[in-house]
């Protein structure tokens, strides 16, 4: 099996350059379907769920070609098929066929993974906001049937229950062709959500509000792409090697950021005390100095990502003194713990959040990344301890950090995928 073998304990420096946005790039693969011509996208991330993505729309006869950072996807000579099974179970994010089927066929047949690994997912809002739309919904035993109506789908007001991010994207992507206006209130204002919105508004579409909580959709009867779309850079990639960065950094730059999509997130490295120089669309971090604990909230956006809390909690077994973390969206994303623990880690679940103590003395242990983020976790803490850390599912890593063990080397880290036995 594929493992992640790091030799911990080196400082790092250096420079690394972001990736386009996992989270932007897995709806606009989909969405891309939605276009009568083909649709080029620039600064795509080298992950897997990209390439899962392209074998999916192989399915539908959907050509796609990978080649540097630019994927061209020709969806003209698109088939209508049904996907329950295969690569589609591979990613959360398949999803996003529903919306963007229902749109360009008023039909989709989608199964979704099972299995938790960050707690309940459900998908009652995007369900909710089809049936809005005029769909019929079925489930058959998590494989999802939906139809749009004999006359096609048409606008609706939909106020959602939360702001979720994959329901606000679904709705789009079915409501952009469906006649009349279309109203999303509470919808998540994530910065991934304007980055759709942008690239089917250069479509034609005519999508309004995107980035607030309210959107304003009109339906247009079809869709054509004629410009590259880049994908704007990952956040939550930037703040992991922020967090790095704060930790093992002897003075580390990380380009093409855009901070203000990091802005909460910032402020609370400010206050445990990390050094940065914020530019235009890079930040410097200095080697750190004396570090405090902090309790941190996740929260939608604009407060600080979930998707950031494991990530981050090395630093704050760096910091002196104790640390909270309540992780509001994903209470259950503790999986992280356990395997920190094997590291020599001073960290517990309670009360609702978990707790952080100053643990100055990681060492290497054979560990497992659940989930993309606590494997994000363990690598940074693999980075920190001392002696030999192995991480095994390490395809949850990978499937969504970009080129990661290339970027890491490059900093001087000591890391490499390997074959070993179970
Ligand atoms: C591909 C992608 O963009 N993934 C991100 C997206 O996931 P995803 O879009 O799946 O997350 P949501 O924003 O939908 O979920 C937010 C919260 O709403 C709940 N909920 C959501 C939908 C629904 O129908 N019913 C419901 O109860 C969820 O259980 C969760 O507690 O946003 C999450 C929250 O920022 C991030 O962690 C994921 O990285
Ligand atoms: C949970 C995540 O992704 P996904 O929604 O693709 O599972 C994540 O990126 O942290």
Same mark, same amino acid.
């Given at each position: 099996m594929e493992k992640m073998l790091i030799h911990g304990g080196k400082k790092l420096t250096g420079e690394v350059v972001i990736g386009g946005a996992k989270n932007s790039t897995v709806a606009l693969i989909p969405a891309? =379907?939605?276009? *009568?011509t083909p649709v080029t996208l620039d600064s795509v991330p080298h992950i897997q769920d990209v390439y899962n993505l392209m074998a999916i729309l192989g399915e539908m006869n959907v050509d796609s070609d990978f080649t540097g950072n630019i994927l061209k996807i020709d969806p003209t000579q698109i088939k209508k098929v049904d996907l329950p099974s295969g690569k589609i179970k591979s990613m959360r994010a398949s999803y996003y066929f529903m919306g963007a089927m229902l749109g360009r066929f008023g039909h989709a047949v989608i199964g979704l993974p099972g299995g938790d690994d960050i707690g309940p997912r459900p998908i009652d809002q995007h369900v909710k906001g089809f049936e809005a739309l005029g769909a019929t919904v079925v489930d058959h035993n998590g494989i999802f049937e939906i139809n749009a109506p004999k006359e096609g789908l048409h606008g609706a007001r939909i106020h959602l229950d939360m702001a979720s991010v994959g329901a606000t994207n679904n709705i789009i992507l079915a409501a952009v062709t469906a006649s009349g206006q279309t109203v999303i209130e509470n919808a998540a204002r994530e910065p991934e959500i304007i980055d759709l919105a942008t690239f089917l508004n250069n479509m034609g579409a005519v999508i309004r509000g995107a980035g607030t909580d309210t959107l304003l959709i009109t339906g247009v009867p079809e869709l054509r792409a004629h410009n590259v779309h880049t994908i704007i850079p990952d956040r939550i990639e930037a703040g992991t090697y922020l967090s790095l960065a704060a930790t093992m950094g002897e003075g580390i730059l990380i380009k093409n950021i855009i901070a203000e999509h990091l802005d909460s997130f910032l402020a609370k490295l400010e206050e445990v005390g990390v050094m940065m120089d914020v530019n235009e669309d890079s930040i410097f971090v200095y080697p750190s100095g004396e570090l405090r604990g902090v309790t941190l909230q996740t929260d939608t956006y604009p407060g600080i990502a979930t998707d950031l809390q494991q990530p981050v909690t090395p630093l704050l077994l760096a910091a002196e003194g104790e640390s909270h973390v309540i992780d509001? =969206?994903?209470?259950? *994303?503790? *999986?992280h713990v356990d395997e920190l623990i094997k590291m020599g880690a001073n960290i517990s679940v309670g009360d609702g959040q978990i707790n952080i103590a100053h643990s100055d003395n990681l060492h290497g242990a054979n560990v497992v990344a659940e989930e993309i983020r606590g494997g994000a976790c363990l690598m940074v803490a693999g980075l920190m301890a001392n002696g030999e850390t192995v991480i095994s599912k390490v395809d949850n890593i990978l499937r969504g950090y970009d080129r990661v063990v290339m970027k890491l080397r490059s900093l001087g880290a000591d890391v490499e995928i390997v074959d070993l036995p179970d």
């Open positions: 891309a =379907i939605l276009s *009568r509001v =969206i994903y209470p259950k *994303r503790t *999986r």
